[in-house]
């Protein structure tokens, strides 16, 4: 049976195209349009899709209005087509926090006659929504470490996709000011990864700042990888850019950077798996046990996606299973016992 889908925008134009995209896919069927938020819930009283595309920009009601009510009232996996711009990529965001699953960048703004580039992205996106869970975290404790002396040498690298963001925003906001040194590699394209970065940095107690060519990695502060770029760790302790191929279709890959994490800082590293489909991670993890540091892989229940993870997981090459709630205090204890704390 066919994944069902609803398609949400204000042009009629969009939603045709948006349509006849699904549909080049056989096992996808749209089953029903509306052109704002106001006609969706009404149709969602009567058709009960599996995934809904959702505009953000919308005249009569607004993407993030209409997705706080359709969590409130039908909770359904939803997917936001953005524009690839930085209000959009923020709007994004914050749909992330009111629950959305994932987005889709519209390539050239609002009505976009070349969608045909994101097909694949899209149909791959809703597979994977159909199949996630919506999961509301709430807010986690903040924990309390000793001076920064203690974790001069560990550094923490945490890699997410599906359902990343608003996992990463809950155990960076429990983290302190004198935080070990963090690396943040989440699948997003370029211009998406700055916002989330700044986004970060308003909420947290320490720094967060998208990675630049040559930028230290120290304690209290997180580097976020670029969009479009793999992040990889130098035997000097900074960040280089590369762009080589793509990793498991992507850039940036949780592979890169967890790999050469592990080469230069071995035992002190922490690798850490979030929500996501696919396998990258899995083989960074590998090499971070390898060199004798330690590895956490959030757990089923807590997981939009238990894609990565679980992957992982069935490698061998995770320490501890842990629930989003539980995994900052995870990395403090792994830390420390790096120390023989």
């Given at each position: 049976m066919p994944t069902r889908v609803f398609v949400?925008?204000?042009?009629?134009?969009?939603?045709?195209?948006?349509?006849?995209?699904?549909?080049?896919d056989p096992e996808l069927k749209v089953v029903g349009t509306a052109s704002d938020g106001i006609h969706v819930l009404e149709k969602l009283d009567v058709i009960n899709p599996d995934v809904i595309t959702l505009d953000v920009n919308m005249k009569l009601m607004d993407g993030l209005t209409t997705l706080k009510l359709i969590m409130e009232k039908h909770p359904i996996p939803v997917i936001m087509l953005s524009n690839a711009t930085r209000k959009g990529a923020e709007e994004t965001l914050k749909a992330l926090e009111y629950g959305a699953i994932d987005y889709v960048a519209k390539p050239s703004g609002e009505i976009s006659l070349d969608l045909e580039k994101i097909r694949d992205e899209l149909i791959t996106k809703i597979k994977a929504?159909?199949?996630?869970?919506?999961?509301?975290?709430?807010?986690?404790a903040s924990v309390s470490v000793p001076n920064e002396e203690t974790f001069k040498e560990n550094l923490i690298v945490i890699g997410a996709s599906t359902g990343g963001p608003p996992a990463i925003e809950k155990i960076l906001k429990s983290l302190p000011e004198n935080t070990p040194s963090l690396l943040i590699v989440q699948h997003m394209p370029p211009g998406f990864t700055r916002s989330f970065a700044r986004r970060l940095s308003t909420l947290c107690s320490?720094?967060?700042?998208?990675?630049?060519?040559?930028?230290?990695?120290?304690?209290?502060?997180?580097?976020?990888?670029p969009g479009g770029y793999h992040m990889i760790v130098r035997e000097d302790k900074t960040v280089h850019l590369v762009d080589p191929p793509l990793v498991h279709g992507i850039k940036p890959s949780v592979d890169y950077a967890m790999k050469t994490a592990a080469e230069v800082f071995r035992s002190k590293t922490i690798g850490v798996l979030l929500t996501g489909m696919g396998r990258d991670g899995v083989f960074g993890m590998m090499e971070i046990k390898r060199y004798g540091g330690k590895t956490i892989a959030q757990d089923e229940a807590s997981c939009a996606v238990f894609g990565m993870p679980k992957a992982a997981i069935e490698a061998g090459c995770v320490d501890e299973v842990l629930p989003l709630s539980m995994i900052?205090?995870?990395?403090i204890r792994m830390c420390l016992s790096s120390h023989g704390g």
């Open positions: 949400v925008d204000d042009s009629a134009l969009m939603r045709k195209i948006i349509k006849d995209l699904i549909e080049s929504a159909a199949k996630a869970k919506i999961v509301k975290h709430e807010d986690i320490f720094e967060v700042k998208e990675a630049e060519e040559g930028d230290y990695i120290t304690w209290g502060k997180a580097l976020v990888a900052p205090r995870g990395i």
